[in-house]
């Protein structure tokens, strides 16, 4: 079952824009960082952005300054607005976050890798 649940992926045009949405449970959301992958058919699975709970954000060279990921603490959501959208983004968009572990009942640390995932959102730019 999934933690997460991505919504917003749609079929554009070459240079349009979609907002995507990831929501989580309190308990998950941004506690220890959070991201955005995609995995266009056929190829594997690519970061394409993060976020950590300072508010860093960081992207690949690719989608910089057409995606920006940006949370919402009071709904618990993750954001990524892609704009300027080309036929080369289109894939299934995941969003996911890292894991961290407990010690009697209260957090202990952060893991570094991202354990937690959605089932994904569709996005598809045509020419």
């Known amino acids: 079952q999934a933690q997460l649940m991505e919504s917003g992926g749609d079929s554009v045009q070459d240079g349009g824009s979609l907002r995507l949405s990831c929501t989580t449970s309190?308990?998950?959301?941004?506690?220890?960082?959070m991201a955005w992958f995609r995995q266009p058919q056929g190829k594997e699975r690519e970061l394409v952005s993060s976020?950590?709970?300072?508010?860093?954000?960081s992207y690949i060279d690719s989608v910089k300054d057409r995606f920006a990921v940006s949370p919402d603490d009071s709904k618990n959501t993750l954001y990524l607005q892609m704009d300027n959208l080309r036929p080369e983004d289109t894939a299934v968009y995941f969003c996911?976050?890292?894991?961290?572990?407990?010690?009697?009942?209260?957090?202990?640390?952060?893991?570094?890798?991202?354990?937690?995932w959605g089932q994904g959102t569709q996005v598809t730019v045509s020419s």
């Open positions: 996911a976050a890292i894991g961290y572990r407990k010690r009697y009942g209260r957090f202990e640390f952060c893991t570094s890798n991202y354990e937690y």
């Open positions: 309190d308990y998950i959301f941004n506690k220890c960082g």
């Open positions: 976020i950590s709970p300072d508010g860093t954000s």
